[in-house]
């Protein structure tokens, strides 16, 4: 592991974003995550989304290791314990589920690396917290909303969230998210617009994501 998990969790709370991306070409998948680190960002999320996913995530561990070496990459769209395991040993640093998986825990735990599963109700974020998972993702976002991270953080004011799903590179939108009690956000497709990768304009990209971490500062003073 390159990274503990203590260093992992720091940089989820104190940089506040965490982009979430999948490209097939790891050429691309590349420009991103520069573009990426250029911006500020320090937590990365690749989706384990198409075929050979794990083995475009395996190349962009290795030219981050080389090229941005403080991104902490990891993992999303994990859903069972093989797949975390694969990843781990390709060298992600954290893993992200849509859903929770007791199994997945086990495997993360054991190897230190921290586990953001999916959850959409108290009871599952309760769960999740008690099988060792220290951020937990509220998602979809955009269907649960704020009020369900207010409601949440009232009885349960330790609970580390991360929302996706909805989150967009806005003042507004952010002010509301981190206002009712997020620890960080996972952002998508608004900070990789899809004109931006198709033109290659890598430098858009990077401001997209220095703007909108200089904006989750700004709210968290």
Request: aromatic share 10%.
């Amino acid at each position: 592991m390159r990274f503990s998990k203590i260093q992992v969790l720091t940089v989820m709370k104190e940089t506040g974003m965490i982009p979430v991306f999948y490209h097939s070409d790891v050429e691309i998948a590349k420009k991103v995550v520069k573009a990426c680190y250029d911006g500020g960002v320090r937590a990365f999320e690749f989706t384990n989304r198409g075929d050979f996913a794990h083995e475009v995530f395996r190349d962009l561990v290795k030219f981050t290791t080389k090229e941005c070496p403080e991104m902490i990459m990891g993992i999303g769209s994990i859903v069972d314990a093989p797949t975390a395991v694969l990843y781990i040993q390709m060298g992600a640093n954290f893993i992200v589920g849509p859903l929770f998986n007791p199994e997945v825990a086990k495997v993360a735990n054991r190897r230190l690396v921290p586990y953001a599963p999916g959850c959409g109700s108290v009871s599952e974020v309760g769960f999740a917290q008690e099988a060792g998972c220290d951020v937990c993702k509220v998602f979809p976002g955009d269907v649960l909303g704020t009020g369900f991270v207010k409601g949440l953080k009232a009885p349960m004011p330790w609970s580390n969230l991360m929302v996706t799903g909805g989150v967009k590179p806005e003042e507004a939108n952010l002010k509301g998210w981190f206002d009712a009690g997020v620890t960080c956000v996972g952002m998508g497709s608004n900070l990789f617009p899809a004109d931006l990768i198709k033109s290659g304009d890598w430098a858009g990209i990077t401001k997209l994501c220095s703007d909108a971490l200089e904006i989750i500062q700004k709210i968290k003073k």
